[in-house]
């Protein structure tokens, strides 16, 4: 497995060679800075796996890197390297989205025991997250149906669908082999009552053309004459 980054951001040097060196022991890597704009250099640059945050800097607060390595889109763990006394910055950092934190003076040991356990956690989550996102991937020869993301790709490239058309579709790709009536798939389709059986046959040839290799021999959306429509089985 790729050894874990680590940002230590913090302006006392001692601190600073004291964490990189145990951190360093456990196979970590580490980089570190002691000011807020080098820190979100870092961030922007290439973000770590997780980020030890001293709060009072010399060129402004950590919580400024914490604002930053909270949004959303990346959600970087971090944990707050806090003095005793200053209470009202844990609480403001823990509501901003820090994982944990750690009072000075701290046993170093202590923080790479907690660095250890928010890696864990957040690695679970990411997997879970994964392992659910691929649930959510149908995979029918070189078609794959991503239905979290509304997107289907085909040999790897990602096609446009239209909603009438992706939904056909998903519909058939959850139960390949099953034929469909024309009737049962209007039905199952027509939650807003759009879809008529003349235009069904139009959304299934325009399907085709973004899907098949050849349209006119599809090897995915079967017909069955007189009957309807199938998925064909991987
Ligand atoms: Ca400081």
Redesign the pocket.
């Known amino acids: 497995m790729k050894p874990k980054r680590i940002l230590v951001v ?3 040097p001692e601190i600073a060679a004291v964490l990189r060196e145990y951190l360093e022991r456990e196979g970590l890597l580490v980089e570190s800075c002691d000011r807020v704009s080098d820190a979100l250099d870092v961030l922007a640059r290439q973000a770590p796996d997780l980020i030890l945050l ?1 709060v ?2 010399k060129d402004g607060s950590g919580l400024d890197v914490l604002r930053a390595a909270a949004l959303p889109e990346s959600r970087i763990p971090t944990i707050m390297l806090t003095a005793r006394s200053a209470e009202a910055d844990r609480v403001l950092g823990l509501e901003l989205g820090a994982d944990d934190y750690v009072t000075k003076p701290f046993s170093p040991r202590e923080v790479v025991a907690r660095v250890r356990s928010v890696l864990r956690r957040t690695t679970e989550a990411r997997s879970d997250k994964a392992r659910a996102h691929s649930a959510s991937v149908l995979r029918v020869g070189n078609l794959e149906i991503d239905r979290d993301f509304h997107e289907v790709r085909v040999d790897g490239y990602a096609t446009k669908l239209t909603a009438t058309e992706f939904k056909i579709l998903s519909l058939l790709a959850e139960h390949p082999g099953e034929v469909f009536t024309r009737s049962h798939l209007l039905d199952s389709l027509n939650d807003t009552g759009e879809i008529y059986e003349r235009t069904l046959d139009r959304h299934i040839n325009n399907l085709r053309k973004k899907i098949e290799r050849d349209p006119r021999e599809p090897e995915h959306v079967l017909t069955v004459y007189g009957v309807g429509y199938k998925m064909s089985r991987p």
């Open positions: 913090e302006d006392e001293d009072t800097l």
